[in-house]
């Protein structure tokens, strides 16, 4: 049997731009069981003196994050950070119109920033623009990040956290321009607030980083002028303009939903190139960079949600190997602009469309979507190389010249390993050469694979490991040039040491 053929020539000089670390980053949002039955659990069995969770800790250090934004989302527009500080017998119990939950606030700032601790992920805070403002975002910078003598930082040192947290990037609001979003702005409503809330902000603590909001996604209609208007309000007083993407499956098709994150790629070249066009008309020299501080796959949840409860699993989903393949792809799609992507944020790390499920009470596991990430935190740290790449394609009723064979590189140079992602579209073995003649000497490491003979096959709590990773890919290396062959619909890590380059 013959199989398809693809082809990548990889150089180590055609560099799209280092991946920085902050791209390896998660979310937790006050949203279903993602905190509540979720990372903290005190009557769990395994709940540590914190109440948090060590079964989920130990599977999101295996994650290695770099960041993880907090504490939204829909629910940071209707927030008030100071109901979840200080003794917990003294706060109080709200209703959290978001999501339509009962939120106790036993778990606040200060017990995400100890979680976070535990973890090893620096806090990415999001300040609530929607019922509130400036003075609320002020003050919450000073509780978090000024060190004593001021009446904030003096209310976090009386709460027992001498020390400031020294938060680096604040978000200013999140996804004002949705009809969903409570008190949802106009985006000259959104641009002049964020716009004078950031230089506050900056007299508080000028070493901050700020991320404006940008469009919610890719359809509203607003979309990209609201980017434009409020770039043109906060270019010179922010770091960042985020961008958030879901991909949802549409139909029982799934060669088009392999091929939905081109329209992820697409979005990104769209901002970008609305920010440039702001650069353009302010003269500046300034480069804006992107946070895609929301992003993941999307699937009818599998657990009816129950409005006025406390952790009730909210989007509670299993992914399936087809997710996972989706997934890989979006991850990839972030990678190859790493030039311009500075952040990123799968979204949500626990029980909401998640990389890790818990029951109440009971077990935690992988879903699918984990490995995909964690070979991309692991590997996925160095220079991301421009590939070219020769790929049999597709058609679907929605796209045209999809390439069956999706791939992505990085170059590691100073651990001395390069590394190829790829997925295989296709419902068909493809042999994948890599010229690699460029790199010198090179030694073939591993070739990780994860496929199933079912696309609908899923982890549960009493089958973790139904789809999983699997070393032993079929990879030979001759002269600088590799052979992979691809199983059909799979995810493929394959690895290389490089001894001279």
């Not at 009809?179 to 716009?195: M, P, V």
Request: charged share 25%.
């Amino acid at each position: 049997m013959t199989l398809l053929k693809a082809k990548s020539i990889l150089s180590k000089d055609f560099r799209i731009g280092r991946a920085s670390d902050r791209l390896f980053g998660s979310f937790v949002e006050h949203m279903g069981s993602v905190v509540y039955n979720g990372i903290y659990e005190p009557d769990h069995e395994t709940a540590d003196e914190d109440g948090f969770r060590k079964d989920v800790l130990e599977l999101v250090r295996e994650l290695n994050l770099s960041v993880v934004r907090y504490p939204g989302g829909n629910f940071s527009s209707g927030y008030n950070w100071e109901d979840g500080v200080g003794p917990k017998d003294r706060r109080p119990v709200k209703l959290d119109l978001a999501w339509r939950q009962v939120e106790p606030n036993s778990f606040g700032l200060d017990e995400f920033m100890r979680w976070t601790g535990k973890v090893g992920a620096d806090s990415i805070m999001t300040v609530n623009l929607g019922t509130r403002g400036i003075d609320e975002a002020r003050n919450l910078l000073e509780y978090c990040n000024f060190p004593g003598g001021s009446q904030y930082s003096d209310l976090r040192r009386s709460h027992g956290v001498r020390d400031p947290y020294k938060i680096k990037t604040w978000c200013l609001g999140n996804e004002l321009d949705g009809e969903w979003q409570i008190a949802r702005k106009t985006a000259e409503e959104y641009g002049r607030l964020a716009c004078e809330t950031a230089k506050a902000m900056k007299w508080v603590d000028p070493d901050i980083e700020l991320v404006a909001v940008g469009s919610s996604a890719r359809h509203m209609p607003t979309f990209p002028e609201w980017d434009r208007t409020v770039l043109m309000h906060t270019y010179e007083h922010v770091e960042q303009l985020s961008l958030h993407h879901y991909i949802g499956k549409r139909e029982n098709d799934t060669p088009t939903f392999l091929a939905m994150p081109l329209e992820m790629e697409q979005q990104i070249k769209d901002v970008i190139a609305t920010c440039d066009y702001v650069q353009s008309v302010k003269r500046s020299s300034k480069r804006m960079k992107l946070s895609f501080d929301e992003w993941n796959v999307w699937r009818e949840p599998d657990v009816p949600y129950t409005p006025w409860q406390t952790g009730c699993p909210y989007d509670w989903v299993k992914f399936h190997m087809e997710d996972a393949l989706v997934f890989g792809s979006a991850l990839m799609s972030i990678l190859r602009h790493a030039d311009r992507i500075d952040i990123a944020c799968q979204s949500l790390l626990v029980n909401t469309i998640p990389m890790i499920l818990t029951n109440k009470g009971g077990a935690a596991w992988r879903n699918p979507t984990f490995y995909p990430f964690l070979h991309a935190s692991r590997y996925g740290r160095g220079e991301v190389l421009r590939l070219e790449t020769e790929s049999p394609k597709y058609d679907t009723k929605l796209y045209t010249d999809v390439a069956k064979v999706d791939s992505v590189a990085v170059w590691n140079e100073e651990k001395g390993e390069l590394t190829v992602f790829a997925v295989n579209r296709s419902e068909e073995s493809i042999a994948y050469e890599l010229d690699i003649r460029d790199f010198g000497s090179v030694g073939f490491a591993e070739h990780l694979v994860m496929n199933h003979e079912r696309l609908d096959a899923v982890n549960t709590a009493d089958n973790q490991g139904e789809v999983k990773p699997r070393t032993g890919g079929a990879t030979t290396l001759d002269g600088g040039r590799a052979e992979s062959v691809l199983p059909p619909y799979s995810w493929n890590v394959v690895r290389f040491n490089v001894q001279s380059a």
